[in-house]
């Protein structure tokens, strides 16, 4: 198998590279909409943390404020703070012209002040009508009009053009989707104020259309919407104004006219770091993985083969089959037919296990729920799939556990206190390193990356690809689901399209558009 920790860390740091341009056409109005929300001078302090560092901004009526900076510079605190989850530690908030003092999430409720966050703030074990009306429960006589609520419901999603079974268990579909559960809800009950953090990042075109339709339709009732995203062409598509965050500081909040990507990126990392898709010349070898006539839940009768320094990138909307057949393919769940072979023998996944001694990593499009022990420490997070090389006797030894950890953190760039921090008090793009580093440290020869720079700065990006680009050197064969098209159209050798479970078409590096692996994906 290939231990890729000496192979990749020579590859991990960023290179500078060329930063993205933008000719943004945007005429700059000369009337600015009254204030909704201000902020001055606020600060917050956490443990050995300065988070956010005399931090004064306007939100105005009516405006799509987009908000970006790199994993650490504040953005999460700044959500927190406008949605009541934590106290600020100095500074004023005023609202809608008087000074208010936001205590609690039920405040900021009462106030209109709703968040679509990136990972699920939702109950997975109720319906997605329940859902929608979590707090607002249509009852009669103390008890639940469950019959109301799912036809109300199905009225939204439609309305919306969500394709939804209101009927459904959340914890039944898939991360976008329940991302689209998450976006109805925040729509509703009188917004005035919605903030969006990477909505779109488990959405595909299709799905983030959809979304920027109700944005704007939301921003001509006069809605203030907040919105933010590492993904520079939705910024320059949506917003009227951009705030830069860097180390806690805003850095600059400028109309979106008298800007450009290159110059976000700059502010951003204090440095010239590209967000194009890196990719390296590595010679194909032998096929390590042949997947023939593979069926299982969400899927049906796929076919694959992925050889040594290949990248092979699978892309479809939102519940089209392609995580699924991963999960499958990892032993997460069962595959009812099919053969897998690996070097050509013939193997068989009936579990995790299987999978894992098979040679098989998996970093899950969840790197929350499906990729961390939030409970636990970066050091503990780390050692998980290393254990048995970690123990002496029989016992784990600490002091080679310590050490290791400490240079994978090096290694990988984890940003934090301590090797003892929790995982669930990071970043995403730090959590998202942690995740790849557990596989990189046990080693396997096939890596499945399942969107594996969902909610990533452009700097993380980069050190992702280098990675994975170390990998391939090194022989390992790569696996990539992405619901971002360029991102697998730019560094797939062979990219599968998969649409309704079924794979239902292949290409070589860019062998056709990008807009003709859409059109097969949508089915036009």
């Not at 005035?192 to 979304?211: H, K, S």
């Not at 360029?486 to 062979?494: H, I, M, R």
Request: glycine residues 8%; hydrophobic residues 45%.
């Amino acid at each position: 198998m290939v231990n890729s920790y000496e192979l990749v860390r020579e590859v991990v740091l960023v290179k500078s590279q060329p930063a993205l341009q933008s000719t943004p056409d945007r005429r700059v109005s000369t009337l600015s909409p009254p204030v909704l929300m201000r902020l001055e001078n606020v600060e917050k302090h956490y443990a050995g943390t300065h988070a956010l560092k005399e931090v004064s901004l306007d939100l105005r009526a009516g405006e799509i404020h987009a908000i970006v900076g790199e994993n650490g510079a504040g953005k999460s605190t700044l959500i927190k703070i406008l949605t009541g989850a934590t106290p600020r530690s100095s500074g004023g908030l005023v609202w809608d012209g008087a000074a208010i003092d936001l205590n609690s999430p039920g405040q900021a409720s009462a106030l209109g002040i709703y968040a679509v966050h990136q990972e699920m703030m939702l109950c997975p074990h109720l319906s997605v009508a329940a859902n929608i009306f979590l707090g607002a429960e249509k009852t009669r006589f103390g008890f639940s009009r469950s019959a109301r609520m799912i036809k109300a419901a199905n009225e939204i999603l439609m309305d919306l053009g969500f394709d939804l079974d209101p009927t459904a268990l959340l914890s039944s579909l898939s991360i976008g989707r329940q991302q689209l559960v998450a976006i109805a809800r925040a729509s509703l009950y009188g917004s005035r104020l919605i903030i969006f953090d990477e909505p779109t990042a488990y959405l595909t075109r299709t799905e983030t259309d959809q979304l920027f339709r109700l944005i704007r339709r939301l921003k001509s009732k006069g809605v203030t919407l907040v919105y933010i995203s590492h993904r520079m062409e939705e910024i320059f598509e949506l917003a009227d104004r951009v705030s830069v965050l860097r180390d806690g500081r805003l850095v600059s909040t400028r109309q979106i006219g008298e800007t450009t990507s290159a110059k976000l990126i700059s502010e951003m990392v204090a440095r010239p770091v590209g967000d194009a898709h890196h990719k390296e010349e590595v010679a194909l070898g032998a096929p390590i993985l042949e997947v023939a006539n593979l069926t299982g839940p969400g899927f049906k009768d796929v076919s694959l083969t992925l050889r040594s320094g290949e990248i092979v990138g699978l892309f479809g909307l939102i519940g089209a089959g392609r995580s699924e057949f991963v999960r499958a393919l990892f032993g997460r769940t069962h595959a009812t037919a099919g053969v897998v072979r690996k070097n050509g023998n013939p193997v068989k996944i009936r579990n995790e296990s299987d999978a894992i001694a098979a040679g098989i990593a998996l970093i899950p499009e969840s790197r929350r729920y499906q990729g961390l022990c939030l409970n636990l420490d970066i050091q503990e997070n780390l050692s998980l799939t290393n254990l048995p090389q970690l123990a002496r006797y029989g016992l784990l030894d600490r002091q080679k556990e310590r050490r290791a950890v400490e240079r994978w953190m090096t290694d990988l760039r984890i940003v934090a206190g301590s090797r003892l921090t929790p995982v669930g008090r990071l970043s995403g793009g730090n959590q998202q390193k942690i995740v790849i580093g557990k596989w990189l440290a046990h080693g396997a020869d096939i890596y499945i990356f399942d969107e594996p720079t969902v909610g990533v700065d452009v700097a993380t990006k980069a050190e992702i690809y280098r990675i994975i680009a170390g990998l391939l050197h090194a022989g390992a064969g790569v696996i990539i689901i992405s619901s971002y098209l360029p991102e697998v159209y730019d560094l797939a050798d062979t990219l599968h399209v998969f649409r309704q479970g079924s794979l239902v078409s292949t290409h070589s590096f860019k062998a056709v558009s990008q807009d003709r692996i859409l059109a097969t994906a949508i089915g036009a």
